[in-house]
T-cell receptor, first 116, second 113 residues
Framework: DTGVSQDPRHKITKRGQNVTFRCDPI?????LYWYRQTLGQGPEFLTY????????KSRLLSDRFSAERPKGSFSTLEIQRTEQGDSAMYLC??????????????FGPGTRLLVL | AQSVSQHNHHVILSEAASLELGCNYS??????LFWYVQYPGQHLQLLLK??????LVKGIKGFEAEFIKSKFSFNLRKPSVQWSDTAEYFC???????????FGGGTRLMVKP
């Protein structure tokens, strides 16, 4: 399977704990995106990288959230001091900059987070 | 502000019925438009996309969508739905730079056999 992969698929944590999610994009893709999706809503943009540079962050991304893409390949999204409102599906997507496919993002299966 | 709206939250159809799901966008400048589908228990998959050219785009599984610039719309259509089309459908848009996608709230389609 050469699609976008995410790990773990499910995470249950207690309020106040830190959690970290990993995303592995499609191998030749240079852009990587994080989104959050709550029940009954469409995905909402959090942040994106071009190679290892984080180019944009949403206002949804509070100081408790941090994302990295250290070598321009996989990415991690960390949430510190989790709150119940952080419960959601966290989606990763990747795309290839340039050419006719610009903006076409391919999504992973997501990590479902439940904060108790 | 950039936004995408889907007016139908839930749609129930019988097999062989025709489908049209509405999508309207509010975007300045050039816009690229997408429809994604999420089958039960699966991840988001691209159905079709519009970047430029022919405003009628055809996607997978018999779906098509028409970009009508004057109406700021990109409605999804299928002439005859099947039970296997039961899923949630999301319209999305991005600017020409291919940055963040803005999604609509989704339309949950149920097709009765």
């Amino acid at each position: 399977d050469t699609g976008v992969s995410q790990d773990p698929r499910h995470k249950i944590t207690k309020r106040g704990q830190n959690v970290t999610f990993r995303c592995d994009p499609i191998s030749e893709h240079n852009r990587l995106y994080w989104y959050r999706q709550t029940l009954g809503q469409g995905p909402e943009f959090l942040t994106y990288f071009q190679n290892e540079a984080q180019l944009e962050k949403s206002r949804l991304l509070s100081d408790r959230f941090s994302a990295e893409r250290p070598k321009g390949s996989f990415s991690t999204l960390e949430i510190q001091r989790t709150e119940q409102g952080d419960s959601a599906m966290y989606l990763c997507a990747s795309s290839l900059l340039g050419g006719l496919t610009i903006g076409t993002q391919y999504f992973g299966p997501g990590t479902r987070l439940l904060v108790l | 502000a950039q936004s995408v709206s889907q007016h139908n939250h839930h749609v129930i159809l019988s097999e062989a019925a025709s489908l049209e799901l509405g999508c309207n966008y509010s975007y300045g400048g050039t816009v690229n438009l997408f429809w994604y589908v999420q089958y039960p228990g699966q991840h988001l998959q691209l159905l079709l996309k519009y970047f430029s050219g022919d405003p009628l785009v055809k996607g997978i599984k018999g779906f098509e969508a028409e970009f009508i610039k004057s109406k700021f719309s990109f409605n999804l259509r299928k002439p005859s739905v099947q039970w296997s089309d039961t899923a949630e459908y999301f319209c999305a848009a991005t600017n020409n730079a291919g940055n963040m996608l803005t999604f609509g709230g989704g339309t949950r389609l149920m097709v009765k056999p």
